[in-house]
């Protein structure tokens, strides 16, 4: 077992099942302890039929708000690109970043995901660092990158003192989800 860090990181391809392993961790602590006050986000698809056109940021208790989408609206011209989606950072920034304020009473921040889309917003990182700073667990996922290079904010977190990396891949997904619920179970135990 890697030793334990307050920085739980899931890294992987596109398509691995990060984002789905985060939930159900979530979804396994809000069971086994259910006065956890955990804070934070994911990212979801947006599908139109069988096409994925865009994402949307989901706060743990489940308010919505659109991340990035494939269809041009008027001021989406202005917007920065990723890929085939355009990033609408107000719209993650009036969600996400309240999500990630620091009070006495959290037990736990969750970040699915701290990649390229929700790094085009200039305070994202800054509260992402605050987060570390606190001294409060956080769970997050962070992509790997196509060509081999990290984005700056993810290799920064990545080489966080506090930060346990773990790779997932198809093969290892529920040894990893296990293993995550029970070193955030026993960081939590020790607050």
């Known amino acids: 077992m890697a ?13 691995v099942g990060k984002s789905t392993l985060i939930m159900r961790v979530f979804e396994t602590l809000k069971a086994s302890h259910p006065n956890l006050k955990i804070q934070g986000f994911y990212t979801s698809e947006v599908r139109q039929g069988s096409e994925r056109v865009g994402f949307q940021v989901v706060t743990l208790d489940g308010r919505t708000a659109p991340l990035a989408s494939t269809i041009s609206s008027p001021e ?20 996400a970043l309240p ?4 009070k006495e009473d959290t037990d736990l921040f969750i970040i699915d995901e701290v990649g390229k889309m929700e790094l085009y917003s200039s305070s994202f990182f800054p509260a992402v660092l605050k987060v570390l700073e606190s001294n409060i667990p956080l769970l ?16 920064r977190l990545k080489n966080h003192p506090g930060a346990t990396i773990f790779t997932l891949s198809p093969s290892n997904r529920d040894a990893v989800k296990e293993e995550i619920y029970f ?8 607050q």
């Open 140 to 155: 997050a996922s962070v992509p790997i990158h196509k060509f081999g290079r990290d984005i700056p904010g993810v290799a």
């Open 183 to 190: 070193q955030l179970v026993d960081l939590l135990s020790k």
């Open 99 to 102: 999500e990630l304020q620091v």
């Open 3 to 15: 030793v334990s860090g307050k920085c739980l990181l899931v890294t992987g391809p596109p398509g």
């Open 76 to 95: 989406s011209f202005r917007w920065p690109n990723v890929g085939k989606y355009k990033v609408n950072v107000a719209s993650f920034e009036s969600l």
